[in-house]
């Protein structure tokens, strides 16, 4: 037999929906390094570019292999750059993470999010209108970003790698 539950005639039930709300953050709202909410940067699509490239310079710099550049400004509004780049070991890839976040710092633009630290896979780290990708070679080919966002127009930078000579994969000695 089914019965059935009445609340009492002057208890309103708990609205514990508006409760949980109150405590809980909005996704969209900037991070730093869990410290509390920072300020939405207004969307500038030229200076999110800067910022990519300036990204794609830094993943050049700690000799990461493959760096793409991919304008997704066309595709979603969501966010406008995307940084993709493989990393050959997790110390790499978690020191790229760690300068990205102060190089993005010093250039005004907070990090919203970040997942995959402890996992050494993939590192992403969002600062809105420009993501940053660092996967490992295995999680880069079976998550084929590049293929996912193929509607994305791909964005020539200058490798300091290509620049001096050296084959990709092949950065020569470190410089000092």
Not at 149 to 175: Q, R
Request: hydrophobic content about 40%.
């Amino acid at each position: 037999m089914i019965s059935e539950v009445q609340d009492g005639p002057d208890e309103p039930e708990a609205d514990l929906t508006s409760a949980v709300a109150a405590e809980e953050t909005d996704p969209s709202t900037p991070v730093e390094d869990g410290q509390g909410a920072a300020e939405v940067p207004a969307r500038d699509t030229e200076d999110a570019r800067g910022r990519a490239l300036r990204l794609a310079e830094l993943c050049d710099e700690y000799r990461t292999e493959r760096t793409v550049v991919l304008d997704l400004s066309a595709v979603t509004p969501v966010f406008d750059y995307f940084v993709i780049t493989t990393g050959t070991n997790p110390r790499q890839m978690s020191a790229l993470a760690d300068e990205a976040d102060k190089t993005m710092k010093a250039a005004g633009s907070p990090k919203f999010g970040t997942e995959g630290h402890a996992g050494r896979q993939w590192i992403l780290h969002d600062y809105g209108d420009v993501v940053l990708h660092i996967l490992s070679e295995q999680a880069r080919s079976t998550y084929d970003l590049e293929g996912l966002w193929a509607d994305a127009t791909p964005v020539e930078f200058a490798s300091a790698a290509a620049a001096d000579g050296h084959a990709e994969g092949d950065a020569g000695p470190a410089e000092a």
